[in-house]
Nanobody, 120 residues
Framework: QVQLVESGGGLVQPGGSLRLSCAAS????????MGWYRQAPEKQREFVAG???????NYADSVKGRFTISRDNAKNTVYLQMNGLKPEDTAVYYC??????????????WGQGTQVTVSS
């Protein structure tokens, strides 16, 4: 059983910053990819930022230069530093990961989400 637990959401004024965390726990053999998605009201869930299977980084164009993803492999944790927040960044942010529980397995997991609200 794998759990992804997000934290760090909240209410912030435009131009402010927040740092999200996502910790993976369970009988994890290997984390293959890990990142963040978001879903605003009445919109589809969209990719925000993530580490690829080859260890590269990807960002959505809308957050480039403002958001930074990082990770602590020892803690199975990824972080999303969000600076210069805008009202349009308001959404529920979800952690997503491709995790292997054994050498031959690979499954996709979602966290429960954390609310980020940018408003004055």
């Amino acid at each position: 059983q794998v759990q992804l637990v997000e934290s760090g959401g909240g209410l912030v004024q435009p131009g402010g910053s927040l740092r999200l965390s996502c910790a993976a726990s369970g009988s994890i053999f290997r984390i293959n990819a890990m990142g963040w998605y978001r879903q605003a009201p009445e919109k589809q869930r969209e990719f925000v930022a993530g580490f690829t299977r080859r260890g590269g980084l990807n960002y959505a164009d809308s957050v480039k230069g403002r958001f930074t993803i990082s990770r602590d492999n020892a803690k199975n944790t990824v972080y999303l530093q969000m600076n210069g927040l805008k009202p349009e960044d308001t959404a529920v942010y979800y952690c997503n990961a491709d995790i292997s529980l054994t050498y031959y397995s690979d499954s996709n997991y979602w966290g429960q989400g954390t609310q980020v609200t940018v408003s004055s």
